[in-house]
């Protein structure tokens, strides 16, 4: 609720969050203790799937830090994360 305050979504506006990482896998049980939990704060919490796996999270975010990030990369490694592993 402290960072939803903070982030430019107009007021009563759908928020979107995904849950991620080992998080994402720790069982229906705790995912629908967290649901419940963040929707008592967040009443308009929206939950979505994550745009990309873990693995591809991390290239992003270390792609952004270098400043190196735009829509079209993004796309590339959503196809990527789509595709089944090489053999």
């Known amino acids: 609720a402290a960072v939803a ?5 107009p007021v009563g506006a759908p928020i ?10 720790s069982g ?3 995912i629908s203790h ?3 939990a963040a929707e ?11 745009a990309l ?3 591809m999270g991390a290239v992003w975010l270390a792609l952004s830090n ?5 829509a079209m990369l993004l796309e590339s ?4 994360a789509a595709q089944p592993p090489a053999k």
Not at 77 to 80: D, G, I, M, R, Y
């Open 5 to 9: 305050g903070r982030l430019p979504f």
């Open 16 to 25: 979107p969050v995904a849950i991620t990482g080992g998080l994402s896998m």
């Open 28 to 30: 229906e049980m705790f």
């Open 34 to 36: 967290i649901h419940r």
């Open 40 to 50: 008592t704060m967040l009443p308009n919490i929206e939950w979505i799937p994550p």
């Open 53 to 55: 796996p873990p693995v």
């Open 66 to 70: 270098a400043g190196m990030t735009n």
């Open 77 to 80: 490694l959503k196809v990527h």
